[in-house]
Nanobody
Framework: QVQLVESGGGSVQAGGSLRLSCATS????????MGWLRQAPGKERERVAS???????NYADSVKDRFTISGDNAKNTLYLQMSSLKPEDTAMYFC?????????????????WGQGTQVTVSS
């Protein structure tokens, strides 16, 4: 059974940093692609970063060079390091996962979701 539990959200001032964590269970990192997505009130859900089964990463243009996605297989944890935060980064952030049928598979959708963690950036 796959379970994802996010933590690390909070309130910060613009320019600050936060690190989100996603504790996973039931997942073998080399067989899953994972992502961080966010949704602000009244806006569509946006994928901000993805970590593919082959270790490659992708970022939304809005967070490129500010956010870093990484995984610690020993701790079964996915991270999102966020720096130079802006008020427009304010959103609920979700961790998500999907089984990857081959290592280079890049997920367009996800099957498993965490409950989310709120990030609020004030100006």
């Amino acid at each position: 059974q796959v379970q994802l539990v996010e933590s690390g959200g909070g309130s910060v001032q613009a320019g600050g940093s936060l690190r989100l964590s996603c504790a996973t269970s039931g997942i073998t990192a080399s067989r899953y692609c994972m992502g961080w997505l966010r949704q602000a009130p009244g806006k569509e859900r946006e994928r901000v970063a993805s970590l593919n089964a082959d270790g490659s990463t992708n970022y939304a243009d809005s967070v490129k060079d500010r956010f870093t996605i990484s995984g610690d297989n020993a701790k079964n944890t996915l991270y999102l390091q966020m720096s130079s935060l802006k008020p427009e980064d304010t959103a609920m952030y979700f961790c998500a996962a999907r089984f990857a049928p081959w290592r280079g598979f890049k997920c367009a959708t996800y099957d498993y979701w965490g409950q989310g963690t709120q990030v609020t950036v004030s100006s």
